[in-house]
Nanobody
Framework: EVQLVESGGGLVQAGGSVRLSCAASGFKFDDHTIGWFRQTPGKEREGVSCIKSSAGNTAYADSVKGRFTISRDSAKNTVYLQMDSLKPEDTAVYYC??????????????????????????WGQGTQVTVSS
């Protein structure tokens, strides 16, 4: 059974930091691109960052580049999202998702590219991050 479990969310003051974790199981972790997405009420889910398979190439949305860092630990089947210099507009539910190594549609990010949202077939339950001003 494919499982993605996010953790690490919470309440933080503007300018602070949070590290999210995404623990994966039930699939070949190193073959998959792992992405982080976020969503606020009434808005579409948006891509934040992704890290591609074992090569580790990364991409970031313009809104987070220079502040967020994605990394993966293959020994632990876990992807991290280090979020620094947080702003109130970063408040959202954050989801991690996995995209299989099959034909995908490419979505350009501020730096690099990620598979399109629709190509991420497995999703976690989400974790809330709230940034207070």
């Amino acid at each position: 059974e494919v499982q993605l479990v996010e953790s690490g969310g919470g309440l933080v003051q503007a300018g602070g930091s949070v590290r999210l974790s995404c623990a994966a199981s039930g699939f070949k972790f190193d073959d998959h691109t792992i992405g982080w997405f976020r969503q606020t009420p009434g808005k579409e889910r948006e891509g934040v960052s992704c890290i591609k398979s074992s090569a580790g190439n990364t991409a970031y949305a313009d809104s987070v580049k220079g502040r967020f860092t994605i990394s993966r630990d293959s020994a632990k089947n876990t992807v991290y999202l280090q979020m620094d210099s947080l702003k109130p507009e970063d408040t959202a539910v954050y989801y991690c998702a996995a995209a299989a190594p099959i034909k995908i549609r490419i979505e350009q990010y501020g730096t690099g590219w990620c598979p399109a949202l629709a190509d991420f077939g497995s999703w976690g339950q989400g974790t809330q991050v709230t940034v207070s001003s």
